[in-house]
């Protein structure tokens, strides 16, 4: 069997064999992610049982505690799967109203630190909102870095209304170990990425990658970490 771990521009691949329980370290790629974090005195993690957390091990009741609500992202994150292509602003602006008449409560309009189209397509899909008076709430992903952050509030002033940053960042220890992140590192750069989102007026919902491999000591300290930091979803 072939692990391969794909995060960024790092990839780790490990042949997995019988009898073997531990993983090489990884061999990084020369570019980084720019919002690479590292603890030089860390010890890495290397057992494969520490990398991902069995959340069958969990017992008792669970449950959402208060109103469901859904967000789409079919304008985003739909857009990532090799089986679609990227449409053009009209039909997007055409999926926008579609989300609209089906009564969802918010919607991804973009990630505008991809770049200039991406900027675009997210003004316009947010002054439509605005200028339609719809009552879908909006939100945009960024990575947990200000570079993504700071186009999401001037997009909001262009057009005129609140736009929520969802500010996303792996968390697991497997995707720790890829990236050779440390948690005491991403909870350095979350802080400030949320505290600049804040600053600017804009709300902010707190997002965890690969949530159900990640520890849940962990998962309940970066989350709580983040509302005192002013996330509020």
């Not at 995060?7 to 992610?33: D, K």
């Not at 967000?71 to 994150?77: I, N, P, Q, V």
């Not at 991406?118 to 009552?135: D, N, P, Q, Y």
């Not at 159900?212 to 970066?222: D, G, K, V």
């Amino acid at each position: 069997m072939r692990l391969e771990l794909r995060s960024g521009s790092s990839t780790l691949r490990h042949r997995l064999r019988r009898g073997a329980p531990y993983l090489p370290r990884p061999v990084l790629a020369r570019r980084r992610p720019y919002y690479f974090i590292t603890d030089p005195g860390e010890a890495a993690v290397s057992d494969l049982c520490d990398l991902i957390y069995d959340w069958n091990k969990v017992t008792g009741k669970t449950g959402p505690r208060g109103a469901v609500s859904i967000a789409d992202e079919t304008l985003r994150d739909g857009l990532q799967s090799p089986s679609v292509i990227n449409p053009g602003i009209e039909d997007k602006l055409k999926i926008l109203h579609l989300i609209e008449d089906l009564g969802v409560q918010s919607a991804d309009i973009g990630l505008p630190g991809a770049g200039g189209q991406a900027v675009a397509h997210t003004e316009r899909l947010a002054r439509e909102i605005a200028g339609e008076r719809m009552r879908i709430r909006p939100y945009c992903a960024a990575r947990t870095v200000i570079p993504d952050i700071r186009p999401i509030a001037e997009i909001s002033q262009k057009a005129g209304m609140p736009i929520e940053v969802a500010a996303f960042i792996g968390t697991s220890p497997i995707r720790q170990y890829a990236e050779d992140w440390s948690l005491e590192g991403i909870l350095r750069q979350c802080e400030e990425a949320v505290r600049f989102a804040v600053k600017e007026g804009l709300p902010v919902m707190f997002v965890t990658e690969d949530t159900t491999r990640s520890r849940p000591e962990a998962i309940r300290r970066i989350y709580s970490e983040a509302i005192a930091w002013g996330a509020r979803a």
